[in-house]
Every structure is written in structure tokens, then in C-alpha cells.
């Protein structure tokens, strides 16, 4: 099954400023969130948003809802991985290249933030076999 979360970010413009935006480099101390200043919703499965920032309005399928949710709070791009593997039959390396794309359009568009931080990887394997906290 191919995901398609990035192809189907779909936009409406309802001003003719785009946001300025550069795409980031991944690493594996970056944290990825939801802006504030949007309005959603949950529609059958797929999520609507509102950009109240630059007045557009962007449609998701399915699986861009689903990793829309996940952003409502600060998470890393392997655990959003990890939960769409569990979800879907999807080849971890497309489900991987799949999710950064529509991290990227989505940073593109100012529809969610990144931060950094200064702490282990929380993606790893403990000695234990326990996803590290931190």
C-alpha cells in the first residue's frame, strides 16, 4: 500500500500571500508541532484546516489526518513512523520518505513548527528493549 499523506495536502487560498518558509534538514533532535493559530476539524476520516495565520485552507486524506494528530503535541518524525507502520501495511523506508515530505510541505506552509533538542535520540532501543525516554 503506497501512502499519499503528501500528495494530498491539498491548499485553497483565500489571500495571495504565501508564507515564507524553508524546509528543515531532519536530525534526530528535532520536535515537530502544530502551530497554534489554526482552526480544524475531522471530517470522515480526513482533517480541514484553517490557516488563520495566512488565510488558506488545506484538506488532508486520511493518513494526513491521522499524522495531523499525532503534531497536536511535540513529537519526533520516528514515532510518527512507528505508529503508521502499526496502522498500515506500508514499507518503513516509503512510510519514512512518505512522512518527511509532508513534514516539509507542511513547514512550507506554516502549519507546524520544529524545535530542537539537546537530548538522546528517544527513538532508540534501550539495553532493557524499551523505547528510550530520553
Known amino acids: ?14 489571500t495571495a500571500d504565501p508564507p515564507a518558509m524553508s524546509a528543515h ?8 508541532s502544530a502551530v497554534g493559530e ?14 488563520l495565520k495566512n488565510g488558506k485552507y488545506y484538506g488532508m486524506n486520511a493518513i494526513g489526518a491521522e499524522i495531523w494528530k499525532y503534531l497536536q503535541s511535540p513529537t519526533r518524525v520516528c514515532k510518527i513512523q512507528k505508529k503508521i507502520l502499526a496502522d498500515y501495511d506500508v514499507d518503513p523506508e516509503e512510510c519514512l ?20 533538542v539537546s537530548t538522546q535520540k528517544i527513538c532508540g532501543t534501550a539495553e532493557s528493549g524499551k523505547d528510550t525516554i530520553f
Open 38 to 51: 489554526h482552526l480544524w476539524c475531522e471530517l470522515n476520516g480526513e482533517a480541514v484546516i484553517l490557516s
Open 25 to 32: 534538514e531532519d536530525s534526530e533532535n528535532e520536535l515537530f
Open 1 to 14: 500500500m503506497a501512502m499519499s499523506a503528501s500528495r494530498e495536502l491539498e491548499q485553497r487560498h483565500l
Open 97 to 116: 520518505i512518505e512522512i518527511k515530505e509532508f513534514i516539509d510541505s507542511m513547514l512550507k506552509e506554516g502549519l507546524i513548527e520544529v524545535s530542537n
